[in-house]
């Protein structure tokens, strides 16, 4: 027998406690298909229950067990052929070598012994049942058994299961750490508890960068809108304001932009501020803002020759007088709201977007 059986069922007595074998006498053979007039091997369990199985279907079942059974025969006793299986309760046994007849096993088989089972399947290599012991798990995961069950997945090789055990346990972190099992991590399993921890430090780190991505995407989206619609204002004209040589249309709302009555206005209120001011010192923090606005425009603007939207060239010509990194700070900010300009007409209709060019 591989010798590394031995050592994973006592690892498995401390995950989960063992019934006794007094309730392990009869009931197994039961629950197995009716045997061939002579089986030729005995499955023993920690009980002490022998049960009687054939060695061409083990054999075929798991290589594991089939190294066990043509293991040299001077390492038997006598002749009997017994292939041990320990450190489990009896009635997992049985369904283990119940479904290695049948490659069935039973919901209440599951719930009752499924850590077991995962331990058997994984020890002795067979995959379905391993496969259906994880999604049984994995639907009945607690706050109570999560972190039982999640050290059983370090020895057992199931990164699924311990997955979404792990997100268990961020999700209901402060139910979990009341749990006795918790307090017995603490004191015998310190390296998991630190694994847990990380992995609960990278869940809040990579929520707030989602937080931070999403409010930056939504900001560059908002920019490039209002950079259509100086360019929409100054060339077509919309309710209140309009380039030199065409009449505003007042009173009609603008349908193209959501933003496009908030622009209008701090138009408007630029042209007419007495406290207007280009810079960071002081003066109307409204027109220093519609000043950014236009300043970014140029910085995005390709045509600055023919663009009808004020102080465009005046901009793109005029040496500013600022340190290098602010000059750096303006071009990734042009970049990034050029690129929300890319994704937002992709995003678009292919209609809407013949319509927009057209116009």
């Known amino acids: 027998m591989d010798p590394r059986l031995y050592d994973f069922a006592s690892s498995l007595d401390e995950l989960a406690a063992s019934k006794s074998s007094a309730g392990c006498t009869r009931p197994f053979r039961s629950s197995l298909p009716d045997p061939d ?4 091997v005995h499955v023993l369990t920690s009980g002490g229950l022998r049960i ?21 025969r001077k390492l038997r006793r006598r002749s009997e052929r017994v292939v041990p299986i320990l450190g489990v309760p009896c009635g997992a046994v049985s369904a283990f070598v119940g479904f290695l007849y049948s490659s069935r096993c039973r919901e209440e088989q599951l719930e009752k012994y499924g850590i077991h089972l995962l331990a058997l399947s994984h020890v002795y290599m067979v995959p379905q049942l ?25 020895l ?25 099992a ?8 310190p390296w998991l508890e630190l694994q847990i921890l990380q992995f609960i430090d990278e869940a809040e780190m990579r929520k707030k960068n989602i937080k931070r991505n999403k409010e930056e995407r939504s900001l560059y989206q908002q920019l490039s809108e209002a950079m259509d619609c100086l360019q929409h204002i100054f060339s ?24 496009c009555q908030g622009v209008q206005l701090l138009i408007k209120h630029f042209a007419k501020c ?4 280009n ?25 600055a020759d023919y663009c009808r939207v004020p102080l465009c060239r005046q901009f793109k010509l005029k040496p500013h007088q600022e340190k290098r990194r602010e000059e750096t700070r303006w071009k990734l900010l042009a970049k990034k709201v050029r690129s929300a300009q890319v994704m937002s007409s992709l995003s678009h209709p292919k209609r809407k977007r013949a319509e927009r060019s057209f116009c």
């Open 130 to 154: 391993k496969h259906r012991c994880i999604k049984s798990l994995g639907r009945r995961l607690t706050e109570e058994n999560v972190v039982d069950i999640l050290q059983l997945t370090r």
């Open 156 to 180: 057992c090789d199931a990164p699924d299961l311990y997955l979404m055990c792990m997100k268990l346990v961020y999700t209901n972190f402060k139910s979990v750490e009341k749990t006795e």
């Open 279 to 303: 810079n960071d010192n002081g003066g109307c923090p409204r027109c220093k803002r519609m000043w950014q606005l236009l300043r970014l425009h140029s910085s995005i603007c390709d045509q």
């Open 52 to 72: 009687p199985a054939h060695s061409s279907v083990l054999a075929s079942a798991s290589t594991v067990l089939e190294n066990a059974i043509l293991r040299p």
């Open 37 to 40: 007039p002579d089986p030729d």
């Open 182 to 189: 918790w307090k017995f991590l603490q004191d015998h399993d």
């Open 236 to 259: 077509e004209g919309c309710a209140i304001v309009g380039p030199l040589d065409v009449e505003p249309t007042k009173g009609e709302s603008c349908l193209n932009f959501a933003t």
């Open 274 to 277: 007495d406290k207007r001011a």
